[in-house]
C-alpha cells in the first residue's frame, strides 16, 4: 500500500497562500488516483480536490474551485495542493489520500489510502 504523508501546512492570514505538499514513500504514487480532503474541528471531512493518476481530469468542490489547484509529479510521487485567496473558512486539517479504485472521486468511501493529515489556519 501506498505511505502518504503531508506537509506544507501552517499558519496564513486570509488572502495569503499556502501549498500542501503530499509523498508517497513507497515510490508508486502513479498507480493511484489521488484526492484531498480537509476536516474542521467538529465538522465531517470533506472533499477538496481530486486528480486522476495521469494528472489530466481534475475535480474541485465549488467552494474552492478557481483558489485552489491540485496537481501532481509522479516521476516524484508528490501530491500538490496550491491554496490562493485563502479564507478563514479555510481553516482545517487537510489530508491526501489515494485509491486505486473507480467511482465518485469526491466520496470518501473511494479512497483506502490515508496520510496523517496537516493543519492550516487562516486568520481574518
Known amino acids: 500500500q501506498v505511505q502518504l504523508k503531508e506537509s506544507g501546512g501552517g499558519l496564513v492570514q486570509a488572502g495569503g497562500s499556502l501549498r500542501l505538499r503530499c509523498v508517497d514513500y513507497t515510490f508508486t504514487m502513479e498507480r493511484y488516483h489521488m484526492g484531498w480532503f480537509r476536516q474542521a474541528p467538529g465538522r465531517e471531512r470533506d472533499f477538496v480536490a481530486g486528480i486522476d493518476w495521469k494528472g489530466a481530469i481534475t475535480s474541485y468542490a465549488d467552494s474552492v474551485q478557481g483558489r485552489f489547484t491540485v496537481s501532481r509529479d509522479n516521476a516524484e510521487n508528490v501530491l500538490y495542493l496550491q491554496m490562493n485567496k485563502l479564507k478563514p473558512e479555510d481553516t482545517a486539517t487537510y489530508y491526501c489520500?489515494?485509491?486505486?479504485?473507480?467511482?465518485?472521486?469526491?466520496?470518501?468511501?473511494?479512497?483506502?489510502?490515508w496520510g496523517q493529515g496537516t493543519q492550516d489556519t487562516v486568520s481574518s
Open positions: 489520500a489515494a485509491t486505486t479504485g473507480f467511482g465518485n472521486i469526491r466520496s470518501m468511501a473511494l479512497y483506502d489510502n
